[in-house]
């Protein structure tokens, strides 16, 4: 059973556009919501994240929405660049504050061309 | 270096052969996990461990596959009768009490192929 559902699974943007990735999650139990960024064979880190008590989050120009009631959150990346280019991955768990281990969504590739 | 280290970063094998992945997490992580990322497939669970406590191995896809935790250190994952569905990126990551929750530090990974 998938418990987080990603989309779209590619996306390809020009520089300067906001691409916008989906997350879905079932598990209401969830309440930590992280994104990663893995660039080709290296391993994801974290980007930013975000907990269901606030609707929103910026850094830099990277934001998170989040909709409690439809259990969905997304990411947009502001003024993209090529340098944006990886696959994104979104995750939640249920343990804050601990150490604790994620669900992966099935992760969105994004291509930023010039 | 400072970060998570796998090894071997490729492994190639033969149908039906085990097979040892081993990865040392950044020091004084307390807890390291396993994930597979297979092609479409995002990262795939497989198994975490969380200083002395038992491991949760809810993620493990079948009995061929152990993973050990020597020390509080370095892990040890093994697939034995290797099958070519096996063949994915084996992911190890750590991560600290007391860290930013949900920040796991990730290795490059372990590149299997069962031929």
């Known amino acids: 059973q998938q418990q987080v559902k990603q989309s779209p699974q590619s996306l390809i943007v020009q520089k300067g556009g906001i691409p916008i990735i989906n997350c879905a999650y079932e598990n209401t139990a969830f309440d930590y919501f992280p994104w990663y960024q893995q660039f080709p064979g290296k391993g994801p880190a974290l980007l930013i994240a975000i907990r269901p008590d606030v609707s929103e989050k910026k850094e830099g120009r990277f934001t998170i929405s989040f909709n409690k009631s439809a259990k969905q959150f997304s990411l947009h990346i502001m003024d993209s660049q090529p340098g944006d280019s990886a696959t994104y991955f979104c995750?939640?768990?249920?343990?804050?504050?601990?150490?604790?281990?994620?669900?992966f969504g099935t992760g969105t590739r994004l291509q930023v061309t010039l | 270096g400072a970060g998570v280290s796998q090894s071997p970063s490729n492994k190639v094998t033969e149908k039906g052969k085990d097979v040892e992945l081993r990865c040392d997490p950044i020091s004084g992580h307390t807890a390291l996990y396993w994930y597979r990322q297979s092609l479409g497939q995002g990262l795939e669970f497989l198994i975490y461990f969380q200083g002395n406590s038992a491991p949760d191995k809810s993620g493990l896809p079948s009995d061929r596959f152990s993973a050990e935790r020597t020390g509080g250190s370095v892990s040890t994952l093994t697939i034995q009768r290797t099958q070519q569905e096996d063949s994915a990126v084996y992911l190890c990551?750590?991560?600290?009490?007391?860290?930013?929750?949900?920040?796991?530090?990730f290795g490059e990974g372990s590149r299997l192929t069962v031929l």
């Open positions: 990551a750590s991560s600290a009490n007391g860290g930013t929750p949900g920040e796991l530090f």
């Open positions: 995750a939640a768990s249920h343990n804050t504050g601990t150490a604790s281990k994620l669900t």
